[in-house]
């Protein structure tokens, strides 16, 4: 069995599905550490890996292999020292000390995402074995044979990332998700997002994924710095 997980505001929504993507499941956890270990390889849109000063090389090009109109949507990963920030202002300053960089509000917004994903991956081995770095966008750029034309909380965004999911996982398959998450809190393109991050997961499995930066990289805990697609 694999994954792809994607933050919400109170945990990770999980669409578990087997390696060919058949028989797709939602669930939530609360935390990263609550994931079923029976997973073999699972996707997580979080940054895993950083810098101590500098952005990172995967950030980089996952925003120009994602080009226009998505680009943005990779947002700047924090420096390690940034990590425990108790507010943007704490966050920006500690930032600042490391390479004189600020940190954006959509960054500090999933700091603390960061920051369990991070402790989890250092403290755990099976989920240094197991999780791998992976963007939605850049995901469903690969998927459709180019970046999404509309933003993913648009109407039309919402049709074109649907029609994906459906010709793929199959049709009823994410209403079923969306039914087993009723009463969780979790956004439309929170779930589309973590079936986005699962086909990328298979992709990873099958040895047909490509890597961002192709020649790897590690940070100083010795954790990989990779954008998987």
């Known amino acids: 069995m694999i994954a792809g997980i994607d933050g919400t505001v109170n945990g990770w929504v999980v669409i578990v599905c087997e390696t060919d993507l058949d028989n797709a499941e939602a669930l939530h956890v609360s935390r990263l550490s609550d994931l079923p270990r029976k997973l073999k390889i699972a996707g997580v849109d979080v940054p895993i890996g950083l810098s101590e000063e500098g ?27 940034a990590l425990g920030a108790r507010s943007w202002k704490d966050a920006c ?23 369990e994903a991070d402790e989890f991956v250092r403290t755990d081995p099976w989920a240094r074995r197991v999780l791998r770095e992976v963007h939605p966008e850049l995901s469903f750029a690969r998927w459709a044979g180019g970046p999404m034309r509309f933003g993913k909380k648009s109407v039309a ?16 398959v994410f209403d079923e998700a969306r039914r ?13 997002d973590a079936f986005a991050v699962a ?11 490509e ?5 790897g990289a590690v940070d100083a805990e010795g954790l990989p710095m990779h954008i998987w697609a």
């Open 55 to 81: 952005p990172r090389e995967a950030d980089r090009l996952a925003r120009k292999a994602l080009g226009e109109p998505r680009r943005r949507s990779v947002f700047p990963s924090p420096v390690r020292s």
């Open 93 to 115: 300053a500690r930032s600042e000390r490391a390479d004189g960089r600020r940190m954006s509000m959509q960054t500090f917004a999933i700091l603390h995402k960061i920051a």
């Open 157 to 172: 965004g919402r049709e074109e990332r649907l029609a994906l999911i459906a010709a793929t996982f199959g049709r009823g």
């Open 180 to 192: 087993a998450l009723r009463g969780r809190r979790v956004a439309f393109d929170d779930v589309a």
């Open 199 to 209: 086909w990328t997961t298979a992709r990873i499995h099958a040895g047909v994924a």
């Open 211 to 215: 890597r961002f930066p192709p020649g």
